[in-house]
């Protein structure tokens, strides 16, 4: 069993930006693929960004491709999400999940871990 805590939401304006970190409970971690998604009010939870186990490998939605980045330090257990030129529709809770899979994915179903979730907020 793997523990996510994501920390760094908060409230932002528009144009700004937020890191998000996802520390994991066990060093195991660094061996699974981890991925961030989101879930705004009266919304379905989407897919925002993934990263293989080493992080050779990522995949981003099309709605924060480049202005977001993922990345890893496996010697931490971490997985952070740097968000910049944050739009009010990016407001939403975000979730890190993680899979002890090397293969990192864009479907929520392929994650077995996933933390509680920070609010993001992005004020206009």
């Known amino acids: 069993q793997v523990q996510l805590v994501e920390s760094g939401g908060g409230l932002v304006q528009a144009g700004g930006s937020l890191r998000l970190s996802c520390a994991a409970s066990?060093?195991?971690?660094?061996?699974?693929?981890a991925g961030w998604f989101r879930q705004a009010p009266g919304r379905e939870r989407e897919f925002v960004a993934a990263?293989?186990?080493?992080?050779?490998?990522?995949y981003y939605a099309d709605s924060v491709k480049g202005r977001f980045t993922i990345s890893r330090d496996n010697a931490k257990n971490t997985v952070f999400l740097q968000m910049d030129s944050l739009k009010p529709e990016d407001t939403a809770v975000y979730y890190c999940?993680?899979?002890?899979?090397?293969?990192?994915?864009?479907?929520?179903?392929?994650?077995?871990?996933w933390g509680q979730g920070t609010q993001v907020t992005v004020s206009s």
């Open positions: 999940a993680a899979d002890n899979s090397l293969v990192a994915a864009t479907e929520s179903t392929s994650y077995n871990y």
């Open positions: 066990r060093r195991t971690f660094r061996i699974y693929a």
């Open positions: 990263i293989s186990w080493n992080g050779d490998t990522t």
